[in-house]
């Protein structure tokens, strides 16, 4: 019935077919979920996972591992449950997921490069180190056989030497005949254009945006369901998407906090304001999905990402008449992946609650410190405590203890640091 040549065809498009399938980042989809790994935002010991936990998810399509904080020496920053990454990082692809290295955050001091060639170079050993294996290469490579699945440019200056070289460089490797495709990514400020990354945008061709609407004027708090919207700027990014970008496919992913102190003071939104956002930002062609910042802040906010995908497949959610005001008292956490203030909305796959997101995590009926105190140590079961966690995306001055996103720096340790141990799996939430 078929021919050789019918049925090499009918393979290849089967084989296509998975792939297009498996692949976690879909530049043809709205509903992509970014969300950073590496920093242990939340800051306590134990409350990240290793990045093959997290995998497991499949709410999650991308996950941008943070930091790679040298352009020239190659150095990684990531928080403890790193050892293994090589293993995670091919696990996590085999899962379909789009992993990610990102560069260089907040605490970038090299200034960049002294000369195009220096940045070509540059490029050209980060290629090395972590993309496809080169047979006769000498350049160390961090996530060993590992290949990760593109690069994504997080800088906060734009006082940055010769960085328009390093990015096409990097460019032009990713085009040469391969078995894996290699993508390009960029976490922009929100206010247009993003003075930091505007000269990158007008010369690389990037797949995907993940947009900080957050710590600014143009963030996600500026919302405002039936009124003015004329701050959240999401259709100012997608007039660019559409006339400037190099690249008209891009996505354009919204940015957002997830948790009260992943962000700046005011940043956080609860779920409902931000599902009505991404109701908003889905009339934009261009609208890619969401991304979070970062893993630790979303998995100590039970309830939050089911509230968001459940948004991205087209639920609707309307706001509460009235919040209440934090308690000053000690509050009561309920049992698991319950709240005690409830607005229940049935969506996807039953009836979910919303209510008192990120007050404070269940720890079946242990008891929460007073609203946004620190609190700890705890018991190394349980890890899903009542703490707000310390990083924050931020921009404009920023406090010593803290880089840009949120991402606070006490809790940070280097890739090679001695005597890591690996930290207990926080608990997923329900799926």
Do not use: H
């Given at each position: 019935?078929?021919?050789?040549?019918?049925?090499?065809?009918?393979?290849?498009?089967?084989?296509a077919l998975a792939s297009s399938v498996l692949a976690g980042f879909d530049a043809a989809?709205?509903?992509?979920?970014?969300?950073?790994?590496?920093?242990?935002?939340?800051?306590?010991?134990?409350?990240?996972?290793?990045?093959?936990?997290?995998?497991?998810?499949?709410?999650?399509?991308?996950?941008?591992?943070?930091?790679?904080?040298?352009?020239?020496?190659?150095?990684?920053?990531?928080?403890?449950?790193?050892?293994?990454?090589?293993?995670?990082?091919?696990?996590?692809?085999?899962?379909?997921?789009?992993?990610?290295?990102?560069?260089?955050?907040a605490y970038y001091t090299e200034g960049g490069f002294d000369s195009v060639e220096m940045a070509i170079k540059g490029a050209q050993d980060v290629w090395a180190a972590f993309g496809p294996v080169q047979a006769y290469s000498t350049?160390?490579?961090?996530?060993?056989?590992?290949?990760v699945d593109?690069?994504?440019?997080?800088?906060?200056?734009?006082?940055?030497g010769y960085i328009v070289a390093f990015g096409e460089e990097l460019d032009r490797l990713r085009r040469y005949p391969s078995d894996k495709?290699?993508?390009?990514?960029?976490?922009?400020?929100?206010p247009f254009p993003d003075q930091a990354m505007n000269e990158l945008f007008e010369k690389i061709p990037f797949d995907a945006l993940f947009i900080q609407f957050y710590n600014n004027y143009c963030g996600v708090?500026?919302?405002?369901?039936?009124?003015?919207?004329?701050?959240?700027?999401?259709?100012?990014?997608?007039?660019?998407?559409?006339?400037?970008?190099?690249?008209?496919?891009?996505?354009?992913l919204l940015g957002a906090p997830a948790n009260v102190a992943a962000a700046g003071k005011g940043s956080y939104v609860e779920p409902y304001v931000l599902a009505q956002a991404i109701a908003e930002s889905q009339?934009?062609?261009?609208?890619?999905?969401?991304?979070?910042?970062?893993?630790?802040?979303?998995?100590?906010?039970v309830g939050f990402l089911d509230i968001v995908v459940g948004a991205l497949e087209g639920n609707r959610f309307s706001t509460p008449s009235s919040e209440p005001a934090p308690s000053s008292t000690e509050p009561v956490c309920p049992s698991y992946g319950r709240r005690s203030r409830a607005i229940l909305s049935r969506g996807f796959g039953g009836t979910l609650v919303l209510g008192t997101f990120g007050a404070c995590s269940p720890l079946y009926g242990a008891r929460c410190p007073p609203y946004g105190r620190r609190y700890g140590p705890i018991p190394s079961s349980s890890h899903h405590h009542c703490r707000l966690g310390q990083g924050v995306h931020h921009s404009g001055p920023r406090a010593n203890d803290l880089d840009h996103q949120g991402r606070g720096t006490g809790a940070i340790a280097s890739f090679s640091s001695p005597g890591q141990t690996r930290p207990t799996r926080p608990t997923r939430p329900s799926q």
């Open positions: 019935m078929f021919g050789e040549y019918s049925v090499t065809l009918l393979v290849a498009s089967v084989l989809s709205s509903k992509n979920v970014a969300v950073y790994w590496g920093q242990n935002s939340f800051g306590q010991v134990g409350s990240q996972a290793s990045l093959a936990f997290y995998c497991e998810d499949t709410r999650i399509d991308i996950i941008p591992i943070s930091f790679m904080i040298s352009l020239r020496d190659r150095t990684l920053n990531l928080g403890p449950s790193s050892p293994d990454l090589e293993d995670d990082i091919k696990s996590c692809q085999r899962l379909g997921k789009t992993i990610l290295l990102s560069f260089p955050g350049i160390s490579r961090p996530f060993g056989s590992a290949v593109g690069f994504d440019f997080d800088f906060e200056s734009s006082d940055i495709s290699i993508i390009l990514t960029a976490a922009p400020q929100c708090k500026n919302f405002n369901p039936g009124a003015d919207r004329s701050s959240f700027n999401f259709d100012a990014w997608d007039r660019w998407a559409k006339q400037e970008s190099l690249s008209r496919r891009v996505k354009l009339k934009f062609e261009s609208f890619g999905g969401v991304m979070f910042w970062d893993m630790t802040q979303l998995y100590s906010n």
